[in-house]
T-cell receptor, first 116, second 113 residues
Framework: DTAVSQTPKYLVTQMGNDKSIKCEQN?????MYWYKQDSKKFLKIMFS???????INETVPNRFSPKSPDKAHLNLHINSLELGDSAVYFC???????????????FGEGSWLTVV | AQSVTQLGSHVSVSEGALVLLRCNYS??????LFWYVQYPNQGLQLLLK??????LVKGINGFEAEFKKSETSFHLTKPSAHMSDAAEYFC???????????FGQGTRLTINP
């Protein structure tokens, strides 16, 4: 069973469109994340949710809107797509964001978004 | 704020040779340190992590890393490289109470036959 699964894996779309990427984790974790990997492979956090509540928003344009219907799901909706949004988007989860121990963050397989 | 620097964006070794990927971190409090591997067109997989206790940490696929507080380093090593080790490797840091992982810029490992 895939622990963190996200769909679609590949997405090619035109500028100006609106698209969503879905993410689900079956690990029973409380915290979920979206990370963005740019063309130079640099990974940066975008959002984090803990028990459906937003706790991190890293200066991401408001065209990006995460939604967490329950703690097992964190979807990413992107409005008015721009060329610069082309990247790989990774969903991830961890047991507890506030934990003092070094809880592992588990990543999904990634969603390759290409805006043309 | 914590940060991570990986020395060398690209490392190339021969099959059977020692692999050494360097990672230095900056943190004002004791860190938790991680190495992730990303194979082409795939997601990130945890190789190993240091939280507390023994400073030499063993991971999957024969990799290990040593936490050296005095040098603020967490270098990744493998005694003998295999062709299947070719991938992108990311060092990451997280501090107690911090809400996120901060990644280094990654090191691409190439294995020459």
């Amino acid at each position: 069973d895939t622990a963190v699964s996200q769909t679609p894996k590949y997405l090619v779309t035109q500028m100006g469109n609106d698209k969503s990427i879905k993410c689900e984790q079956n690990l029973g974790h409380d915290t979920m994340y979206w990370y963005k990997q740019d063309s130079k492979k640099f990974l940066k956090i975008m959002f984090s949710y803990n028990n459906k509540e937003l706790i991190i928003n890293e200066t991401v344009p408001n065209r990006f809107s995460p939604k967490s219907p329950d703690k097992a799901h964190l979807n990413l909706h992107i409005n008015s797509l721009e060329l610069g949004d082309s990247a790989v988007y990774f969903c991830a989860s961890s047991q507890d964001v506030w934990a003092l121990s070094g809880n592992t963050i588990y990543f999904g397989e990634g969603s390759w978004l290409t805006v043309v | 704020a914590q940060s991570v620097t990986q020395l060398g964006s690209h490392v190339s070794v021969s099959e059977g040779a020692l692999v050494l990927l360097r990672c230095n971190y900056s943190s004002s409090v004791p860190p938790y340190l991680f190495w992730y591997v990303q194979y082409p067109n795939q997601g990130l997989q945890l190789l190993l992590k240091y939280t507390t206790g023994a400073t030499l940490v063993k991971g999957i696929n024969g990799f290990e890393a040593e936490f050296k507080k005095s040098e603020t380093s967490f270098h990744l090593t493998k005694p003998s490289a295999h062709m299947s080790d070719a991938a992108e490797y990311f060092c990451a840091v997280r501090v107690q109470g911090a809400q996120k992982l901060v990644f280094g810029q990654g090191t691409r490992l190439t294995i020459n036959p």
